[in-house]
């Protein structure tokens, strides 16, 4: 059973930091790309991070030079650090893997960014 816990949403204003957490398995989380996808109300998912075992990064347009993904294999967890927040940020953020064919996901954390 894989599961995939996430920490850190709330709500910050504008130009705020946030730091989310995503804890899994040891089994699984030294082989497997991890990422962070993001769905705002009456929108599609939409990916924001992705971080390969071997450290390879890619981040959609929106959010470079203002979110840091990254992982500690030590403590099985992969972090995303937002800065510079926006209202648009505003989103449930889930924490993925994929293991062969199947999507894992984690409960989502909110994240509100209002004034």
């Known amino acids: 059973q894989v599961q995939l816990v996430e920490s850190g949403g709330g709500l910050v204003r504008p130009g705020g930091s946030l730091r989310l957490s995503c804890a899994t398995s040891k089994s699984i989380f030294s082989i497997y790309t991890m990422g962070w996808y993001r769905q705002a109300p009456g929108k599609q998912r939409e990916l924001v991070a992705t971080i390969t075992s071997g450290g390879r990064i890619n981040y959609v347009d929106s959010v470079k030079g203002r979110f840091t993904i990254s992982r500690d294999n030590a403590k099985n967890t992969v972090f995303l650090q937002m800065d510079s927040l926006k209202p648009e940020d505003t989103a449930v953020y889930y924490c993925?893997?994929?293991?062969?064919?199947?999507?894992?996901w984690g409960q989502g954390t909110q994240v509100t960014v209002s004034s």
């Open positions: 993925t893997t994929r293991i062969g064919l199947v999507d894992y």
